[in-house]
């Protein structure tokens, strides 16, 4: 005989027998409907495989077309740059017909002249003519250049002037004493019409600026708008650059989340989102450029940013600005001395600049152990408002450094830590 125990034992046990086999059935079953589904519909995998084979497979046809034509468009002008240079050309129609199409569909008056710097043979010329724009003028850097843009200008009325000189050099006027930058710039603001800054862009211009030399060019933005020479002379002219993935990384930082601490982005880019107005208007293949732009593996924070690709952006200046014009400098100055080293604690930095100026950051809320890299754009720029109504202020460091600075008509900061690549 059984035992009573033995028997709730061997029910248990058939019990959990059951349940087992019911739980293996229905797996079975889940298994078998996914097979008959996949069987029905696409596979979802195979599919995403199929369409990176095709994207895979379209690139490398277009990279190999854009090759013949670059050999082809190097034998008729020999005098091309070959390699990565500081000229950097539209050849492929395909490439200059996306960039038209993406300046006039972001411009706020169509109808305003566009300045086209490096237009080559005039291949984007021609394309922005096609999209719409009625008034252009060119500024080319290669002489050889100068005789296929005048005869362009001989069949179209709306190319207003053809100058031979490199308008994305123009940042020179800041670094050297007698340049002649400063005058073509000046010569070209008197032949555009001018307007006030409070109305619409009076001009826009199209550029695509080579790999670290973008920093410099956007450097010379900030002071000539804060000083109101050179285009800035027509009111708040609007830009058209193609630049580089490191440089649009950092901008990308800074738009994603003002209040975001500054451990990922540049003093530059702080600088831009102030003054600027920033969109992204295209992403466009490195390789179809002339020469073909290097594509550097480099490390980005944003997955959707390719180091094969350039980006196009737009830059308009604020109607309002959250600091005077004037002050631009200054505060790009003061930024450079408080982010020098980001990972130095951020009060005793401040300290060493404006001695006896901790309590009054403690009282705005700054730990003693916060980092500099933990202080967001906001927040420096509301220290930079306030800082000068602290006592401590007069007489320190930091006020003699700033007032050396605002003077200064030869800074150029090139922002070692944007040109970084991690």
């Not at 073909?292 to 109607?319: A, G, W």
């Not at 900061?413 to 944007?418: F, K, L, R, T, V």
Request: proline content about 6%.
């Amino acid at each position: 005989m059984i035992c009573q125990r033995c028997m709730i034992l061997l029910k248990t046990v058939s019990c959990h027998s059951v349940v087992f086999s019911m739980t293996n059935t229905t797996r079975n079953m889940v298994a078998l409907s996914k097979v008959l589904s996949s069987a029905q519909q696409p596979n979802v995998v195979r599919n995403v495989a199929t369409k990176a084979k095709a994207r895979t497979t379209e690139e490398r046809k277009s990279r190999q077309a854009s090759k013949i034509d670059k050999t082809a468009a190097h034998e008729k002008f020999p005098f091309l740059p070959i390699k990565a240079s500081r000229h950097i050309y539209i050849l492929d129609t395909a490439l200059a017909g996306e960039i038209a199409r993406a300046v006039t569909q972001n411009q706020e008056d169509v109808s305003v002249p566009v300045l086209e710097a490096n237009p080559g043979t005039g291949v984007l010329t021609e394309a922005l003519l096609k999209a719409g724009v009625n008034r252009i003028v060119l500024a080319e850097s290669l002489k050889e250049f100068i005789p296929y843009l005048e005869d362009l200008k001989t069949f179209s009325q709306k190319i207003m002037r053809v100058y031979n000189w490199d308008y994305l050099s123009v940042w020179r006027r800041l670094a050297e004493v007698e340049c002649p930058y400063k005058h073509h710039e000046d010569q070209m603001a008197a032949l555009l019409p001018h307007k006030t800054w409070a109305e619409s862009p009076p001009l826009s211009v199209v550029g695509v600026l080579a790999d670290k030399k973008d920093n410099v060019f956007l450097h010379h933005l900030l002071y000539s708008c804060a000083r109101e020479y050179g285009l800035f002379l027509l009111g708040r002219p609007e830009w058209f650059i193609v630049i580089s993935p490191a440089t649009y990384k950092h901008l990308v930082t800074v738009k994603e989340d003002k209040n975001r601490t500054s451990r990922s982005f540049s003093r530059l880019a702080i600088m831009l989102h102030l003054v600027f107005e920033i969109r992204l208007c295209a992403e466009l293949p490195a390789w179809k450029f002339t020469p073909s732009f290097p594509e550097k593996r480099q490390k980005l924070e944003d997955d959707t940013m390719s180091p094969s690709m350039r980006y196009l952006i737009r830059l308009r200046p604020h109607v309002e600005q959250q600091l005077p014009l004037s002050q631009i400098p200054v505060f790009l100055s003061f930024l450079s001395q408080v982010m020098s080293k980001k990972k130095q604690r951020f009060i005793p930095k401040m300290e060493q600049l404006i001695p006896g100026c901790g309590i009054h950051l403690i009282m705005s809320g700054f730990s003693m152990l916060a980092v500099i890299a933990d202080v967001s754009p906001t927040q420096y720029v509301s220290i930079f408002k306030t800082m000068q109504t602290w006592p401590e202020y007069d007489g320190s460091p930091l006020k003699q450094h700033l007032a050396e600075s605002a003077v200064s008509e030869s800074v150029i900061d090139d922002d070692e830590d944007s040109h970084k690549q991690d």
